[in-house]
C-alpha cells in the first residue's frame, strides 16, 4: 500500500522560507511523476509545483522564481523549498505521485501570517 507522508510545514512571516518534505512508502517511486498541490482555506486545491520522473519541473506562475522543486529518488522523497513567503501561499499542502495511478499524502499546514 502506497504511502506519502508530508513534514516541513508551519508558520512562518512573510518574506520567510520553509522547505515541505515527502516521504513516500512505495516501490518504483523514481518511475512516478509527482507533484505539490495547495489547498487555501473555501478554495480547490491548485497545483504549485511539479517534476517528473526524467526531472523536468514547471511552476504556477504565482510562484515562479520563488519555489523549487526537487526529488531524491534514493530517498524516495519529494521536497519543495518555499522562499519569499507571502500570505497568499497560506493553506495545507499536499504530495502527490501520479502514473497509472495517483496517490496523495495527508497534507502539511503552511500559514504566512506577521
Known amino acids: 500500500q502506497v504511502q506519502l507522508v508530508e513534514s516541513g510545514g508551519g508558520l512562518v512571516q512573510p518574506g520567510g522560507s520553509l522547505r515541505l518534505s515527502c516521504v513516500a512508502s512505495?516501490?518504483?517511486?523514481?518511475?512516478?511523476?509527482t507533484r505539490w498541490y495547495r489547498q487555501a482555506p473555501g478554495k480547490q486545491r491548485v497545483l504549485v509545483a511539479s517534476i517528473d520522473r526524467n526531472g523536468t519541473v514547471a511552476y504556477a506562475d504565482s510562484v515562479k522564481d520563488r519555489f523549487v522543486i526537487f526529488r531524491d529518488n534514493a530517498k524516495n522523497s519529494l521536497y519543495l523549498q518555499m522562499n519569499s513567503l507571502k500570505p497568499e501561499d497560506t493553506g495545507v499542502y499536499f504530495c502527490n505521485v501520479y502514473r497509472s495511478l495517483t496517490f496523495w499524502g495527508q497534507g502539511t499546514q503552511v500559514t504566512v501570517s506577521s
Open positions: 512505495m516501490f518504483g517511486f523514481d518511475l512516478y511523476g
